[in-house]
């Protein structure tokens, strides 16, 4: 009986000395099992500082909004310099589509990024009667994945192809309605989940 209670009175002090030997070895030690449900996200959502591409003389640097961990990180993208010389939203707006329709290069798929927005979606200026600063894309804009939505409104509200507060006016082809779309912080953490704020604008 003495010796069964000195193993018991024991398996506390080895608990300890296990714990401590882990976190030496820098292990985490942990009170619940670790082999059920999916491994968290490993994706640095960064690229690595010596593989960002630098802007030549005739080029700049413009943030697209990129799938990352299950959230919208901003990613600079190499574009030519006319683009941003040329005054014109709507021009910046195509390039910006085709940028987030471009597949990740390496350097950004091994940091984990994704993108949603299919390659060759378009993009237009106002037709006739829209607001002067709307979009109108090649498809409807619920007709998008909400990721892909989110994405591309995300990117327009930080070029000039926004209003002043940062909203964008988008529509589908044609006369389909127009509505008015806003990044919050809430569809940047949780484009999944989060719709993208839109009202919409009346003709």
Not at 5 to 24: F, H, Y
Request: with cysteine; net charge negative; aromatic share 4%.
């Amino acid at each position: 009986m003495t010796g069964r209670k000195t193993v018991r009175a024991a398996w506390p002090l080895l608990a300890v000395v296990a714990a401590t030997v882990l976190s030496g070895c820098g292990i985490r030690a942990t009170e619940v099992p670790t082999d059920f449900g999916p491994a968290p996200s490993r994706a640095a959502c960064q690229v690595a500082g010596g593989e960002v591409a630098e802007p030549e003389a005739a080029e700049f640097t413009a943030p697209v909004a990129l799938m990352c961990g299950g959230r919208l990180v901003d990613v600079d993208r190499v574009l030519p310099l006319r683009e941003r010389h040329a005054g014109d939203p709507v021009r910046m707006a195509r390039a910006l589509l085709e940028e987030l329709g471009r597949t990740p290069v390496d350097n950004e798929e091994r940091a984990g990024f994704t993108t949603d927005v299919r390659k060759g979606l378009t993009v237009t200026g106002p037709g006739e009667g829209d607001p002067q600063g709307a979009l109108r894309l090649g498809t409807l804009p619920e007709n998008l994945s909400v990721f892909a939505l989110a994405q591309i409104v995300c990117t327009f509200s930080g070029s000039p192809a926004a209003a002043s507060d940062g909203s964008v006016v988008l529509g589908g082809p044609d006369s389909a309605p127009l509505r008015r779309y806003s990044c919050t912080d809430e569809v940047r953490t949780r484009p999944g989940t989060a719709p993208t704020p839109a009202q919409t604008v009346a003709p």
